[in-house]
Every structure is written in structure tokens, then in C-alpha cells.
DNA sequence: TCCTTAATGGCAATGGTTTCCATTACCAAG
DNA sequence: CTTGGTAATGGAAACCATTGCCATTAAGGA
């Protein structure tokens, strides 16, 4: 049933086999669901998605995938700070531009963004290259989020 | 014991009691072990500290006065990735001038900077202000991490 | 097709954090 | 200085996302 989606010949293929790791069908589904959400999912989000097709697929399994996939750098992990942790593909190989996330403190909303990406980048860029040189640090990722109140959650909270 | 160690006359009392919150013995040697600190501690690591003055505080109270200390503003939560949230004053209170966090995803070991702060607190300042308007969020807060390797375990894992 | 061994699934275990509830102790009022 | 209402506390149990364990299954090279 994962077909990849038309979205090209399974792309992460030979990255998996690269290191060593086996094609099989969970991660195949897995791939697929995190592929087709546009959004950041949740372990259990996967879990169920997946289930629905492949009820054979224990949730352990979707933490083993996940846990290679951030390791191989096609997933991003996040905390957003409600207990759960949520993954999403990283850039580059298929939908989600770069964007980095608005938080509500109060209904845990998150809101992407990819507006001043490119001066954030810009400067991430240029401090990432600084911190490296004084730190004898190899960066390879960052996160950056902000955290604050929402819309709706201000005007629940009164006013201002 | 915790006598605000010479730091000003209790500077945080008043936003406690502004609060409607009780200042209390356990209250007093959390923050007082807080204030001392001078990088960001897990709650069973001010557990731990505050243990030793004053057995009879249990690890509730701390994640209960944490708990109310990061909503006051007053105290920063993080999460470094190693299952256990830190914690840390805000600046404002004392220590700590505003910094951002180097965080190697080996060792887990984590770099408070403050090289290149001003840069990104400009560019922070801009982007906050565009995106509030635009998505009429209050931002209250922000998070900036790097990750990736630290020195020792880039060697560890083999030159480059 | 066969065989080695990675991958899997179900369930138990882990561990940080939160909830519960009876008891304690702030602290404002008298 | 007492008193009383109620927030705060501690200890243990509950929670719950995540991980470990182990017998079983199946990828995929030979």
C-alpha cells in the first residue's frame, strides 16, 4: 500500500541500506505515513495511522524506526514541552520547508513558520560557524521556538 | 539558613506574595539553591541540595515550587534530551546573563554561550515582532539550542 | 531455496513527573 | 500571643511515554 505516494522511487532506500538496515514493511509504512503528514506527529500518531493499515505493527516498532531515522537525520524530533515528544521529516526529502515553530504555552498549539527564515538562517549560519571554531564543536542541527499565547488564549485570558 | 546569601533582601518575596503565594522554608532553600547554582540543575539534583539542609522536603514540593517558578517567569525550563527537564533562574534575578545552549548529542554534555547573544537577540527582537504581528501570538519566551558533537566525542567516534 | 541474523511484537520494566489525601504550618485577623 | 482558614507539604501510589527483554519471524545475500 505504500507506494511512495507517486512522490518518487522511495528515496530514503538506499540511505537505509546504506547503513546496513534491512527494507521491511513496518518501516516502509512508517516512512509513508510520516511522508504524507504535513505535520509533526506524535509516536502514537504514527501508531495509529500505521495500524490502520499494517494492524501487525507493534508501537515498539515505531519507536525503533523513529529512534534510526533521527539517528540517520531523516527526522527531526521535537519537545513541545507536553510530554510527548513529535517527529517530522527533515528538508529534503519531500514536503515541510525549513521552519522552525510557535508554541501557545497554554493550549499547546503549534503554529510553523518558514516567514524571517532566511535572515534566521542566515545568522544561525554565521553563529554556528563562530561556536564551532571556539567550541571545537561539530554542529549538526538546531532548534529554535518561541513560546508564548496564542490568539485564542489571549483574548481567554483577557485582553491583553 | 538560606539567608538570600548576602544577594539582596529577598528580591523574589514580593512576587510571591503578589501572587497569593506563601513563602515557606522549602520555598526559601529551593530558590536560595537556585540563586547559588550557577548552571541549570534537575529537579532531583536541587532535590538533592536542598535535601541536605532540610530533610523533611520531599521531591514533591520541588516540582510544585518549580512548577510555579517557571509560570512566574521566574525560573527556565529545559529540555537537554536526556529525559529530565532543567531548570535555571531567569536573568534579571541575579546570576546568569542571558545565554543560549550547546548541547553534544554523544555525551549529552551541554555549553551555556553568550558569544554572538547580541546578533541573535537582534535578530530575535525583529523576528518576534513580525510574527506576533502576523500570527497575533504574545511571544513571552524563546529557545535557541545547537546540537551536535563536542570535542571529546568527536574524537571518540573517529577524527571527523 | 536456504541460512544467518536483523527485525519484530507483546508485555514487563523503567523512571521522571503528577496525583491523592491526610497532616502541617503560613499568616491575617482578633 | 492565640486562633482559624486554607495553602502547602510529604509519602506513596498512580501515570504514562519510552525502553528492555526474549522468543519468534522474515529480509535478503549466498
Request: aromatic share 10%; hydrophobic share 35%; charged share 30%.
Amino acid at each position: 500500500m505504500p507506494r511512495g505516494n507517486g512522490q518518487g522511487p522511495m528515496w530514503w532506500h538506499g540511505r537505509f541500506r546504506g547503513c546496513g538496515y534491512r527494507i521491511t514493511v513496518g518501516r516502509e509504512a512508517i516512512l509513508d505515513v510520516l511522508t504524507r503528514a504535513d505535520k509533526h506527529l506524535s509516536a502514537e500518531d504514527i501508531y495509529i495511522k500505521v495500524h490502520t493499515a499494517y494492524p501487525a505493527i507493534g508501537l515498539t516498532t515505531i519507536y525503533r524506526t523513529l529512534e534510526i531515522l533521527v539517528n540517520l537525520g531523516l527526522v527531526f524530533k521535537f519537545d513541545f514541552g507536553d510530554g510527548r515528544a513529535r517527529y517530522e521529516l527533515a528538508e529534503g526529502s519531500k514536503r515541510s520547508a525549513h521552519h522552525h515553530h510557535l508554541i501557545c504555552t497554554d493550549c499547546k498549539r503549534v503554529i510553523d513558520y518558514t516567514d524571517f527564515i532566511d535572515d534566521e538562517i542566515e545568522l544561525l549560519k554565521q553563529t554556528e560557524k563562530g561556536l564551532s571554531e571556539k567550541y571545537n564543536f561539530m554542529i549538526t542541527n538546531h532548534l529554535i521556538q518561541f513560546y508564548g499565547l496564542c490568539d485564542k488564549c489571549r483574548k481567554k485570558k483577557g485582553g491583553d
